[in-house]
């Protein structure tokens, strides 16, 4: 039986970072892979972390089974952080469970979506590799539309014809912050727009929350899906704290389901109960056990917050001098001054990017998107050189 299957693609960012780490050039750029990186290119674990993790090996008592839902302390405690402190819970019409990290947090979503009988889903592109995978391999039709355009501007005419073409009932997944690999973001207004169109055409949106914090700060980055929130009666919430805690290998994340009437939660609970017993069977525990330790203790969240910002504030400081070179040949960079996140798409072609990597050292995707904290104040100026002599 094995030997009828053929090889697959290779993942052409793990392929990357093969290519990466085998060049000698030691001024090499990696703006591939999408970690956080400080200006001395290091992704480290976060300080209030480490104190988290110091405390869980000192008092942890066992390791036995929890259930599928994972660690509901930490599920609950970030609650506030996601849906406001005012009324994090919606009144009990929203509940979670823990999973393993975002795509642990979107495929239940979805998966949950379909069994509650979304034929389809709704997506802009580009949008994470992942999404569609995960869409096909649960068989849930994907349906796409612009995100945005290549000045950097979101295509709210797409989005609008989208919600528009789709059938009542339809899923429409919705990045909240950071758009990956975009990094273009709905303003405020267009998220009021976005809410009102989604709760009048009854669709089921999923929002995929990855980034919080990384964009604008933990409250503005939670706008668009708060707003969307307080529109609809039902929606779905898959949540990541593998970049706002530095966690991304211990897997944390999350997934929210928010109904109409209190009294469904039980029955939507244990559909995704036995989805993820059969997909998983219960999520890791360590990573969400130290990012409850974390949202427990004041001074533990005074320093995660003040680590995120550092983190904010760096990747702000090298769009704002991405932004100033304004065109580097023919690619206009002010645009990414004012996007958000990780990442930001240049409208480079296959033979420009490759020849960034032969003739400068310099790695990114093959879409043309770059990861902004790959660059620090000592290879930025390279970079938007290389990018000016490729594209001139
Ligand atoms: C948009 C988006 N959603 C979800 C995820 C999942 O993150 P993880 O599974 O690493 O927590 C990612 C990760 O890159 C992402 O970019």
């Known amino acids: 039986m094995l030997s009828t299957l053929t090889p697959q693609p290779a993942d052409a960012l793990l392929a990357l970072i093969k290519l990466y780490a085998a060049d000698p050039r030691a001024d090499k750029i990696d703006l591939g892979v999408g970690v956080y990186r400080t200006g001395q290119g290091a992704t480290p674990v976060f300080g209030a972390i480490k104190a988290a993790e110091q405390k869980l090996v000192d008092t942890q008592e066992s390791k036995s089974y929890l259930g599928p839902e994972g660690d509901m302390g930490f599920v609950h405690a970030l609650m506030p952080y996601v849906f406001g402190t005012e009324n994090p819970t919606m009144d009990g019409r929203i509940e979670g469970m823990q999973t393993p990290g975002g795509t ?48 950097g501007v979101v295509d709210m005419d797409a989005l609008r014809a989208a919600i528009a073409a789709a059938d009542e009932g339809d899923a429409i997944l919705l990045h909240g912050c950071c758009h990956n690999p975009s990094g273009i973001d709905y303003s405020e207004a267009q998220w009021d727009e976005i809410a009102g169109l989604v709760a009048a055409a009854k669709l089921l949106p999923v929002l995929d929350l990855a980034y919080q914090g990384l964009g604008q700060g933990m409250e503005a980055d939670a706008y668009g899906l708060r707003r969307v929130l307080a ?162």
């Open 231 to 392: 529109a609809v009666p039902e929606a779905l919430v898959a949540y990541s704290c593998d970049k706002n805690f530095g966690m991304y290998r211990d897997r944390v994340g999350a997934v929210y389901a928010m109904v109409a009437d209190p009294t469904q939660l039980n029955a939507v609970l244990s559909h995704s109960y036995a989805l993820a017993r059969a997909a998983w069977s219960m999520p890791p525990d360590h990573g969400a056990a130290a990012v409850r330790l974390i949202l427990e203790d004041p001074a533990l969240v005074k320093l995660w917050l003040d680590e995120l910002d550092t983190m904010r504030t760096r990747m702000r400081q090298v769009r704002a001098r991405l932004a100033e070179a304004g065109m580097a040949g023919s690619v206009n960079m002010v645009p990414l001054g004012s996007q958000n996140g990780l990442f930001s798409m240049l409208p480079l072609s296959g033979e420009q990017i490759l020849k960034l990597r032969e003739d400068h050292a310099i790695y990114m995707a093959g879409s043309g998107r770059i990861n902004v904290a790959g660059l620090t104040m000592g290879n930025i100026d390279k970079f938007i050189a290389a990018v000016a002599a490729v594209s001139a």
């Open 104 to 151: 642990g947090g979107v495929r239940l979503a979805v998966a949950l979506a379909k069994r509650a009988g979304s034929p389809k889903i709704w997506m802009g592109t580009p949008s994470w590799p992942n999404h569609a995978q995960i869409f096909a391999d649960i068989g849930l039709e994907l349906k796409t539309f612009t995100h945005s355009t290549k000045d």
